[in-house]
C-alpha cells in the first residue's frame, strides 16, 4: 500500500493522538471513525425503515380490524 501525506491542523492530530491506542496508527484510528460513522448511518437507516414498516403494518391492522370481531 502507498502511503498518502494528508495535512490537518495541530488541534486534529491532537485529537487523533488522543483517539490513538498504544499501538494503533493514525490509519487505524481513521478507519476506525469511519467505520463508527457508517455503523450509526445504518441505524439510522434501520430505524427509518421500522417507522416505515409499522405505519404500514399499523394501516394494514385498521384495514382488517372489523374481521376479528366475528371470532369472538
Known amino acids: ?25 493514525y490509519d487505524d484510528v481513521i478507519n476506525k471513525l469511519i467505520s463508527e460513522v457508517k455503523n450509526k448511518n445504518l441505524v439510522r437507516e ?8 409499522r405505519e404500514r403494518d399499523q394501516k394494514l391492522v385498521k384495514e382488517w380490524e372489523h374481521t376479528s370481531e366475528d371470532w369472538d
Open 1 to 25: 500500500m502507498a502511503d498518502t501525506t494528508v495535512k490537518i491542523h495541530p488541534s486534529t492530530k491532537n485529537a487523533l493522538d488522543n483517539l490513538k491506542g498504544e499501538y494503533d496508527t
Open 46 to 53: 434501520m430505524i427509518a425503515g421500522y417507522k416505515s414498516n
